[in-house]
């Protein structure tokens, strides 16, 4: 079963992927149960003719009993101006799922795509004690589809003949897109481009330039996520940039931040330690210094 906990934009839209694609059931948590129901009512009708699999809501959440994915897209308000904003409630919020999820259902894999999203990564798996690789934070893909996006619309290339495109650290302003890496048609990125800043602002600032259109995004995030889900589910590996907890991984300790991975059937198999040019090793690092400080932000 796949639970998803918040029924907002983000988490109707990975219920509607995953039953319209009939992975398995789905169950939707809400603080409000009417929402639930109504979210599950709704998506109900994209459940194909031949599935064998069900939708349904609620408020309880002893009905996660039997979860193979927790999926936790809630939150207690909206941002405007930093993914931090609303720190200190959405960590208390993200604590007390920890502790339910553990509750119900410990053998669960726990995919968080709430903001901020690698303190939430690593307060949830810190409270639940989880295994590290069994909790993951699904933001850094979505971050690298932006990056993919820009380098398309800088060139005039289709996204087909880029390669190796990639964005580490913080799901947030210092998020570093990894460019030494990058291909295009066969052809290094930087011998294309004459400056990786104005690609890494249009990067870092996509969902501001999204809310001058629209109140918030939610299909790009609901199809990285599906994408993992569905990997899991019908145990198929799937490398992907995500949030885990570091215990030494690019020299970093007890913070989550995203990096290359292995997922499969059991959560992360591997993560993976690839080559940085100097600049993107120092952005890095400033990068996991602003996760630290904003962990330590909290008042618990």
């Not at 053998?107 to 939430?120: E, G, H, Q, R």
């Not at 918030?216 to 995030?221: E, L, M």
């Not at 992907?240 to 292995?262: C, F, H, R, T, W």
Request: with cysteine; hydrophobic share 40%; glycine share 6%.
């Amino acid at each position: 079963m796949i639970s998803i906990v918040g029924t907002g934009r983000v988490g109707a839209s990975i219920a509607f992927l995953c039953v319209s694609h009939g992975l398995d059931d789905v169950l939707l948590v809400n603080r409000t149960k009417e929402k639930a129901i109504g979210e599950s009512l709704d998506v109900a009708s994209a459940i194909p003719a031949d599935s064998k699999f069900s939708v349904r809501g609620t408020d309880n959440y002893s009905e996660l009993v039997g979860s193979d994915i927790v999926i936790i897209a809630a939150s207690v308000g909206v941002y405007t101006k930093d993914r931090s904003e609303n720190i200190d409630l959405q960590v208390k919020m993200i604590k007390g799922i920890a502790e339910k999820t553990k509750q119900y259902c410990p053998s669960a894999i726990v995919l968080i795509v709430s903001n901020p999203l690698d303190v939430l990564t690593y307060y949830f798996q810190k409270t639940s004690e989880f295994p590290r690789f069994k909790v993951i934070g699904i933001a850094s893909s979505l971050d690298t589809s932006r990056f993919r996006y820009y380098i398309s619309e800088t060139l005039s290339v289709p996204q087909s003949s880029i390669s190796n495109a990639l964005v580490l650290g913080e799901h947030g302003d210092t998020m570093v897109p990894i460019f030494s890496g990058v291909s295009v048609g066969g052809n290094p990125l930087f011998s294309m481009i004459d400056s990786r800043d104005a690609i890494t602002e249009n990067v870092r600032n996509y969902w501001r330039t999204l809310r001058n259109y629209k109140s918030r995004s939610q299909f790009g995030i609901a199809k990285n996520t599906f994408d993992v889900v569905n990997a899991i589910l019908n145990k198929k590996e799937i490398t992907i940039p995500a949030s885990v907890v570091l215990d030494g991984e690019y020299g970093e300790q007890n913070i989550a931040m995203g990096v290359p991975v292995k997922i499969n059937q059991n959560g992360v198999s591997e993560i993976q330690q690839i080559k940085l040019d100097d600049t993107e090793s120092s952005s890095l690092k400033k990068s996991s210094e602003k996760i630290r400080n904003d962990i330590n932000s909290v008042h618990e």
